[in-house]
């Protein structure tokens, strides 16, 4: 099983969640420089309107920020986006290793259901990641790009995130779930109402 801050010992990797303006900074500036300068988007296409309501991953390599992804969150499935990797280290573990521990974030949180609207001529890359077409639903097109719907099916899993886990692996960070914080060290002070 992965988790945030998973680790690739022998590629040097790791994949953490985004947690402060510092690491958005980190985002942006992988984003710019693939979907930008590389792609060609628009600004006003690529930064949306949707960051600040999603889950981000970073991907380091050897401590450097190379690679980035965002989850968007809905009632019953979760929409992994903005896929992308620094042109100098694609080819690699990189991105699997940060599909893997979005999907594992996903699972844990209870949903069996990830999708992706991926860009048609990756479909058979994102196969390979588990990610299949959505059987009866028609490409579409934005930002330049013929998209296809596809999704991967999660099992459900008995460490999943529920209304009935223990408030206080619920109010942890995101990801960080299994690590006793702040608010867990609070309980030992008395209430004072
Ligand atoms: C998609 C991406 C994240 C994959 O990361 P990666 O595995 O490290 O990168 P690679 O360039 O080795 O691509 C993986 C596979 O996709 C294929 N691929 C990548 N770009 C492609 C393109 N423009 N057209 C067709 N196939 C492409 C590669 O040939 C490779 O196939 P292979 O595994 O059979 O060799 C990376 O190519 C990327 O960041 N691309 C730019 C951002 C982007 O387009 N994101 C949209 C995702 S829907």
Sequence with gaps: ????????QRNDLAVEIVRDLSDFMKVVAIRASVFLAEQDCPYDEEFDHNDLSSLHLI??????????LRVRWFANFAKIERVCVMKHVRGGAVVKLMIETAVDIISRKGYTLAIGYIQKRLAPFWKQLGFLPREGR???????YEY???????????DAITIDSDPYVVMRPEGAWDRENVLDRSASRPAVA
Excluded: H, K
């Design 1 to 8: 099983m992965l988790s945030v801050g998973s680790t690739n």
């Design 59 to 68: 991907a380091y390599l050897r401590g450097e920020p190379v690679a980035t």
């Design 138 to 144: 028609s490409d579409f097109r934005f930002s330049d």
């Design 148 to 158: 296809v719907e596809c999704q991967r099916v999660l099992p459900a899993r008995m």
